[in-house]
């Protein structure tokens, strides 16, 4: 990959120190760390005055379009330790029939497909592998609906640091075979994503594996956070009305939140923010019902289940933030059916030519249901992700056939 002259000598850093999300409570940089002393998630900051007078958009402009162009606001010191596999930007595709459909402002839809592995996962995992190499890791462990064991696998590989995976058993087969492939130890568990990070926390305990989990680890938001700076530079620096995000572990919500706040401190958009909307699958929405309840933490969803398996998380460590970021922005949380989601799959698919991701889906089915009951007006400009591609996920089976040595009536087919 190429970079601008800076990127190689020692990176300009900023990292000033972590900060545990729950106390505030001050832990240093440049060490390794999994929850913060409380427990909970530990965010990084940076000095970000240092940031403003180092930085401005037209510099920005003129670099690479992966997520390294936004390496001030990362915490990679060293460049040498940058463990890249091509994190492109993604684009945001108009979808204008659907627009001319709902008559609304969500033809936008952030495809997160394009990255390494397939998924959004990449930009997580690329900034905790990076780190690790960093911090002198040799054997990275994680519990996985898929996607995230397939990004970890591939740049733990890359770096070479060892990895063990546990995945849910009915864990989507793709994902399981690129883990394997890309050189990992997976195995699948007959119990939920929960239940395989109780194995990681076990390793870690009983042989020292860094547990690699969501937001137990404090740079896989760091490295998801650029979704929002660069949803943010692709808009012009602005930010849409609204964000429908598919939501399990929440790093991505909780990263973008983040990131538009730095952005703001950093004096590159001003005080408007998208309403951020959690989308959770009907059969695992622990977030809605905490939304709904007005609490602070989601307690754990019993029997979880649902096609879109990235959001299938019955409890997140990372609950009250993704629930205040909720919250303060103004935004909701929305759970949608397996049957709604199959349908905007189907939709999206045959009316745009685009093959969303289930979880993708997910967002698109919110969008509709929210248009309906008016929590989403026409005139907001409306971005839905999606996660990961389509391609990574079972496809129905097609049995139409051809039999070349009968007559064939073109004007049929
Ligand atoms: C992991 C994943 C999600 C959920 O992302 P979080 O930021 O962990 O909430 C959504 N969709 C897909 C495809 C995923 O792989």
């Keep these: 990959m190429q970079h601008d002259d800076n990127l190689t000598a020692k990176l300009p850093n900023f990292v000033t120190h972590l900060e545990c999300a729950m106390t505030g409570e001050r832990h240093e940089a440049d060490q390794i760390h999994n929850l913060s002393r409380a427990g909970k998630p530990l965010l990084v900051r940076y000095d970000l005055a ?135 130890a997976v195995y699948r568990v007959n119990g939920l994503i929960d239940d395989c990070g109780k194995i990681v926390g076990e390793g870690k305990a009983k042989v020292g594996w860094f547990d690699t989990s969501t937001l137990k680890e404090p740079y896989r938001i760091e490295g998801k956070k650029t979704m929002g700076l660069e949803l943010a530079e692709q808009l012009g620096w602005q930010v849409p009305d609204v964000i429908f995000y598919p939501t399990g572990g929440g790093t991505g919500l909780i990263g973008m939140w983040k990131a538009f706040a730095e952005l703001e401190e950093i004096g590159f958009i001003g005080s408007k923010r998208p309403r951020m909307v959690a989308v959770q699958a009907a059969g695992c929405a622990p977030m809605v019902k905490a939304f709904e309840d007005g609490t602070e933490h989601a307690p754990r969803w019993e029997n979880a289940h649902t096609i879109a398996s990235g959001i299938r998380v019955p409890q997140a460590v990372g609950d009250f933030l993704i629930l205040r970021a909720v919250r303060e922005s103004g935004g909701f949380a929305i759970a949608v059916e397996d049957s709604a989601i199959s349908a905007a799959l189907d939709e999206m698919a045959k009316e745009e030519g685009f093959l969303l991701c289930p979880e993708g ?23 839905l992700f999606n996660c990961a591609s389509g391609l990574k996920y079972p496809l129905p089976p097609i049995h139409r056939t051809l039999d070349r040595h009968k007559p064939i009536d073109y004007a049929a087919l």
């Excluded at 936004?70 to 040498?80: F, G, I, K, N, S």
């Excluded at 890791?137 to 519990?143: G, L, Q």
């Excluded at 969008?367 to 971005?383: E, H, I, P």
Aim: charged share 20%; aromatic share 4%; hydrophobic share 40%.
């Design 50 to 184: 240092g940031v403003k007078k180092a930085l401005t958009k037209e510099k920005l402009a003129q670099r690479p379009p992966d997520l390294w162009r936004y390496r001030e606001l990362l915490p990679v010191r060293d460049p040498a330790n940058i463990v890249s596999l091509g994190e492109t930007m993604t684009p945001i595709v108009s979808m204008p029939k659907l627009k001319a459909k709902l008559g609304g402002g969500a033809n936008l839809v952030k495809d997160e497909g394009r990255l390494p592995t397939a998924s959004f996962k990449a930009r997580g995992l690329v900034m905790a592998v990076s780190m690790a190499k960093a911090l002198g890791i040799k054997h990275m462990a994680m519990p996985t609906n898929g996607n995230a064991g397939a990004a970890l696998a591939a740049y733990a590989t890359h770096a070479g640091i060892k990895t063990t995976i546990f995945c849910p058993e009915d864990t989507p087969e793709v994902n399981v075979s690129e883990i394997a492939l890309q050189g990992a």
């Design 361 to 383: 889906a997910a967002t698109y089915a919110a969008y509709k249901q929210s248009l309906a009951d008016g929590r989403v007006k026409k005139t907001d400009q409306v971005v």
